[in-house]
C-alpha cells in the first residue's frame, strides 16, 4: 500500500511540475514583440491574405490551384507564404506586396477578389496578422 501511494504521489507531482513548466515557456514567447519570421507562434503582418479553411470536406483545391498560379504568373511575381493550419489542408496564403506600389496593389487584390467571386471555403482579406504555427 505504502509504494501504491508513494507512486500516485511522484506521478502528482510530475503532472504538476510539467504544467508549471508549459506555463513558464507560454508566458516567456509571449513577450516577443511582432517577430516577422519563425514557427514558433509569431505574428506575421501581411497586406493580403487569401484563406482556405474546411467544414470536414477539405479546401476548395481547384480555387487553390488557380490562385496560386494566377500569383506566381503574375509580371510583378509577389512573394507570398503559405501557413498551413488543420488536418484537413487549411491553409493561408500571406502576401506583404511591397513588389507593387499603392495602385498595383490594388488592381491585384480586385483581380483576386474576382477570381474568388463565388467560390466556397475561401476569403481574401486585407491588412491582417497572422499566427505562424
Not at 508566458?27 to 514583440?33: A, F, H, I, L
Not at 474576382?114 to 486585407?126: F, N, P, S, T, Y
Request: hydrophobic content about 30%; charged content about 35%; overall charge positive.
Amino acid at each position: 500500500m505504502k509504494k501504491l501511494t508513494l507512486i500516485i504521489l511522484a506521478a502528482v507531482s510530475v503532472l504538476f511540475t510539467d504544467c508549471k513548466t508549459k506555463s513558464k515557456a507560454t508566458n516567456s514567447n509571449d513577450s516577443k514583440p511582432n517577430k516577422t519570421v519563425g514557427d514558433d507562434g509569431t505574428k506575421i503582418k501581411c497586406r493580403l491574405v487569401v484563406s482556405f479553411w474546411s467544414i470536414a470536406a477539405g479546401i476548395n483545391g481547384p480555387k487553390y490551384d488557380e490562385i496560386e498560379t494566377y500569383i506566381k504568373n503574375h509580371p510583378k511575381k509577389p512573394s507570398y507564404e503559405i501557413i498551413p493550419m488543420g488536418r484537413e489542408g487549411e491553409r493561408d496564403i500571406c502576401m506583404s506586396l511591397k513588389e507593387m506600389n499603392k495602385d498595383e496593389q490594388n488592381a491585384f487584390i480586385k483581380e483576386l477578389n474576382k477570381l474568388v467571386e463565388g467560390a466556397d471555403r475561401v476569403k481574401v482579406m486585407e491588412n491582417q496578422e497572422r499566427t505562424k504555427r
